[in-house]
């Protein structure tokens, strides 16, 4: 992995610049959010419509690579244990209750996927079954039965999904069993997560992604903007290491209210949080009487990176640092380029494996403005 980043920023970085990858002491069952989808075994027929359904009739586990093809799996190197000892239990409630499977094919069936979130510190589980349906009878007791068998298990959604689709989440949900989000802390903070918020997979290592990031910033009473924030996870660690004002932005509505919410629940004050376009608010940031001087820029784009208008409205107003986080290296290989080219210079790139055991590679750089 760190051979991948390096060919991708030869020629951009100058010699000296990669740092070596953080790697995982401990590189298994990290994977703290486990989708799983539940549908008929092939060849699994039952005789008569008062036949019993049984586990061997219901399939969860992975999908293959690129099919639609779903591999039974009972235990997985990365999954988080009780978490998939959740979705294995939902098949066996399915099974003693006669809870069909949704088969994709026909459309029929009730049971569609369950999505199960664990705090890595508070150890609480949220899980979110999606339906292919609204009517849920005995949802009372199905909550109950689950976390009498996982009680861990402090609350459920039910999502509802009638289209034939792959998207796994439908618009409509309601809670069926607690308060219908969990609490877990990262890097000191402390972040409420509900069935749609997003939040890394891999909690151990997102804190040593951010805490390098907030290194690599060296934040000495700066403002900064953050970027494609999201829910505000690592503006909000900016806000209380050194930042004399955080301003988020991300364009989708959910994210940024779960972002102002973490914000009042630790405390933060010097952090604000927009809805609006990156690109559109760098502009109108940029025309305004109330350009931040200094300013560091956070920013962790989709994997599709960022556009070279938001790259050009970024650079227009000269921050000190720009902290680049990618899931996407390549992606980000190419807009460092047009960032070099606009007159900044990469200081570091630090590689950090998020994924053990897969070929992914989530990498952070930092850019200078040069004194030319």
Request: charged residues 25%; contains cysteine.
């Amino acid at each position: 992995k760190e051979q991948q980043v390096a060919a991708l920023f030869e020629g951009i970085a100058p010699a000296g610049a990669l740092l070596p990858i953080l790697g995982m002491d401990d590189p298994f069952h990290y994977r703290n959010k486990v989708i799983s989808p539940y549908a008929p075994a092939k060849g699994a027929k039952r005789k008569g419509k008062d036949a019993k359904l049984t586990r061997a009739d219901i399939l969860t586990g992975m999908y293959e690579t690129g099919t639609h093809r779903l591999i039974p799996t009972d235990t997985c190197a990365i999954e988080n244990e009780t978490a998939k000892k959740v979705t294995l239990a939902i098949r066996d409630i399915m099974a003693r209750w006669g809870m069909e499977p949704y088969n994709e094919d026909t459309g029929a069936g009730f049971v569609r996927h369950a999505v199960v979130r664990v705090g890595h510190t508070s150890g609480e589980i949220l899980v979110t079954l999606v339906t292919n349906g609204r009517a849920f009878p005995a949802s009372r007791a199905f909550c109950r039965e689950l976390a009498r068998r996982v009680p861990e298990v402090t609350t459920i959604v039910q999502n509802v999904n009638t289209r034939q689709t792959n998207v796994i989440l439908g618009e409509k949900e309601r809670v069926l069993f607690g308060p219908g989000f969990i609490l877990d802390t990262l890097c000191g903070l402390t972040f409420r997560i509900s069935s749609q918020s997003f939040y890394q997979v891999n909690a151990t290592q997102t804190e040593v992604l951010y805490n390098e990031a907030i290194r690599l910033a060296n934040l000495t009473g700066a403002e900064t903007v953050d970027a494609y924030c999201g829910t505000g996870t690592i503006g909000l660690v900016a806000a209380r290491r050194g930042a004399a004002r955080v301003i988020g932005v991300d364009s989708v509505p959910s994210a940024i209210r779960d972002a102002a919410n973490n914000a009042r629940h630790n405390g933060v004050e010097n952090a604000e949080f927009v809805t609006q376009d990156a690109t559109a608010f760098m502009k109108e940031l940029e025309a305004s009487e109330e350009r931040p001087q200094p300013l560091v820029l956070l920013m962790d784009p989709p994997r599709a990176g960022s556009a070279p208008e938001f790259l050009e409205a970024a650079t227009s107003l000269a921050p000190e640092r720009i902290v680049y986080i990618s899931c996407n290296p390549a992606t980000q290989a190419r807009d460092v380029r047009q960032l070099v080219e606009s007159g900044y210079e990469v200081r570091a790139v630090r590689p950090v494996d998020m994924f053990p055991h897969t070929d992914h590679v989530e990498s952070i750089v930092l850019l200078e403005k040069r004194n030319d």
